[in-house]
């Protein structure tokens, strides 16, 4: 079977640093993917592993560790305007098919505060 | 970009009616294209996929005459609710793969379906 987990909530100071952490099982792993989503609106994409370790964009580092089925997401310098849900997605294989399905995990809902 | 654009926003209709959601890629083709459906503080689940050309593939439970898709160009698929009812108001959100996008589905900003 697939299966995400994430906090379903967090919450954080401005300027400070936030890790996320999403642990996943799935039978056809073939990567994964990070999402914001503000209230009311669709995800926009921030960042994708496939092989393990660290990518860097900016504000934001995404990690992950495919024997331990874990990846995290890391918001430095956190502003008022991170403030959103903040989705893991793993990307599954479909054995005999050409389509490679994301399934998401619940989101965490990040708040942050003056 | 990878711009994905969806029409309409948002959209209100009685009960038994039949609401149609257009999905457009903007300056890339969709080889595939994936239909979402998100209820109030849930995770979005895949209702079903589309590859242009050929016929959906929906996900377990989802009833394929019920949520009408179409991929009839690289660049625009549908997605019709028909007979809606109160339980089928959503947020249903699309997204775009394309042939130079492999690793990325890009999403559109939503349609929010209120039936009454």
């Known amino acids: 079977g697939q299966n995400i987990d994430q906090p379903t909530e967090m919450t954080a100071t401005e300027g400070a640093i936030v890790q996320i952490n999403c642990t996943y099982q799935?039978?056809?792993?073939?990567?994964l993917f990070w999402y914001q989503q503000h209230a009311g609106e669709a995800p926009t994409f921030l960042s994708y592993?496939?092989?393990?370790g660290l990518e860097e964009k900016g504000r934001f580092s995404s990690f992950l560790s495919r024997s331990k089925g874990y990846s995290y997401l890391l918001l430095k310098e956190l502003q008022m305007k991170d403030s959103a849900s903040y989705l893991c997605?793993?990307?599954?294989?479909?054995?005999?098919?050409?389509?490679?399905?994301?399934?998401f995990g619940t989101g965490t809902l990040l708040a942050v505060q003056p | 970009g990878a711009v994905v654009s969806q029409h309409p926003s948002w959209v209100i209709c009685k009960s038994g009616t039949s609401v149609k959601i257009e999905c457009r890629s903007l300056?890339?083709?969709?080889?595939?294209m994936f239909w979402y459906r998100q209820f109030p503080k849930q995770s979005l689940m895949l209702m079903a996929t589309?590859?242009?050309?050929?016929?959906?593939?929906?996900e377990q439970g989802v009833e394929k005459d019920k949520f009408l898709i179409n991929h009839a160009s690289l660049t625009l698929s549908t997605l019709t609710v028909t007979s809606a009812h109160p339980e089928d108001s959503s947020f249903y959100i699309c997204?775009?793969?394309?042939?130079?996008?492999?690793?990325?589905?890009?999403f559109g900003p939503g349609t929010r379906l209120t039936v009454l």
């Open positions: 300056d890339f083709q969709a080889t595939t």
């Open positions: 589309s590859n242009e050309g050929s016929k959906a593939t929906y």
């Open positions: 997204s775009a793969r394309g042939r130079l996008t492999t690793d990325t589905q890009y």
């Open positions: 592993n496939v092989l393990d």
């Open positions: 997605a793993v990307r599954d294989r479909e054995y005999g098919g050409a389509t490679n399905k994301l399934i």
């Open positions: 799935t039978s056809g792993f073939n990567g």
